[in-house]
């Protein structure tokens, strides 16, 4: 369904039918599992929507987006990249499947992936 651009006004309604009905984000709009992990520091949620997004990073003054489900061509991922964009935020992919248990490669990539990310502050 979603083709991977988002340049055109049929692309961008391609990209939010394919991540409100393919991706699941029509959820999404209704309900976040947003937490602090670290208050003030490091927060999680499930895929943000564009506008989640923009209130998270004024509400928490977020600098870099971190997406666990690793870049996907999918309309839920170009449209969070492009406000992370948009928002002037970093955005690192470090992918993790959630259904099965990381392996000691992905633990290596995300440890060097917070020693990046520690290294901006």
């Known amino acids: 369904m979603f ?9 961008r309604t391609r990209a939010w039918t394919d991540s409100l009905f393919v991706d ?3 959820f999404r709009l209704v309900w976040t599992n947003f937490h602090a992990v670290v208050p003030g520091k ?5 895929h943000p929507t564009p506008a989640r997004l923009k209130w998270a990073m004024r509400r928490f003054k977020l600098r870099t987006l971190v997406n666990l489900r ?3 061509k999918c309309g839920s991922d170009a449209l969070s990249r492009t ?3 948009r928002l002037g935020l ?10 099965a248990h990381p392996t000691g490669t ?3 990539v995300l440890q060097a992936c ?4 520690r290294s901006r502050c």
């Not at 083709?3 to 692309?11: E, K, M, T, V, W």
């Open 3 to 11: 083709d991977g651009h988002l340049s055109s006004l049929a692309g």
């Open 70 to 72: 690793g870049h996907r």
């Open 90 to 99: 970093a955005h690192v992919d470090m992918a993790f499947e959630s259904g």
């Open 42 to 46: 490091v927060y999680r949620c499930n």
């Open 114 to 117: 917070i020693s990046r990310l």
């Open 24 to 26: 699941h984000a029509i």
């Open 106 to 108: 992905a633990f290596c």
């Open 83 to 85: 406000a992370a964009a």
